[in-house]
């Protein structure tokens, strides 16, 4: 990339012709995916680690879960955009909000957090590193949940996700399994 500016500086070429690169939009940019030893990773290429192993069941396609979640820009300076019903700084302290709730198998959530609640049991913690590919469609969280509750949160995750330079777009989040309804 240094060689391209420099031999278009020599050119008479702007760096600013540079900046869109229509070819690297919705690419990894060349960069390896970070495999964590210490996770499980699955075939779609979701990594996760069970902090708390559940006892109750696992939920079924069709029944609505109850979660509550954190998440964690971990690609981009490990920024916090969610942290919910834990001790929280600045901007981000917000009032008791209401737990997570959606159907199993309706797509109401990125990809990743319904593969790993598919395969959790009730009363389960699991972290979860969500590659790009599983993580928000279009890079907009406003299409499929878990979303921010907070304009400070939704704004942290808008930067990474709208962001057209080479910011890593890899999500975390820490999911707890409360509650399973049948239909």
């Not at 020599?10 to 970070?34: C, H, I, N, W």
């Not at 009730?122 to 972290?127: E, I, S």
Request: aromatic content about 10%; charged content about 25%.
């Amino acid at each position: 990339m240094l060689a391209a500016l420099v031999c278009a500086k020599d050119e008479g070429v702007s760096a600013s012709e540079f900046v869109d690169m229509p070819a690297l939009r919705g690419k990894d940019y060349g960069k390896t995916k970070m495999r964590y030893p210490d996770y499980t990773l699955t075939e779609s290429g979701l990594q996760y680690k069970d902090l708390r192993v559940g006892t109750g069941p696992i939920p079924k396609e069709g029944e609505i879960v109850v979660v509550d979640w954190d998440g964690y820009t971990i690609g981009y300076y490990g920024r916090i955009f969610e942290a919910r019903n834990k001790p929280k700084g600045g901007s981000f302290e917000g009032n008791e909000k209401d737990f997570f709730r959606f159907r199993v198998g309706n797509h109401e959530v990125i990809p990743a957090f319904e593969e790993a609640i598919s395969t959790m049991s009730l009363g389960g913690v699991r972290r979860i590193i969500v590659p790009p590919d599983l993580g928000y469609p279009d890079n907009d969280f406003n299409k499929k949940g878990p979303r921010p509750t907070t304009f400070s949160g939704q704004r942290a995750l808008a930067f990474v996700l709208q962001n057209q330079s080479l910011i890593d777009k890899t999500l975390l989040f820490d999911i707890e399994l409360l509650k399973i309804s049948p239909t």
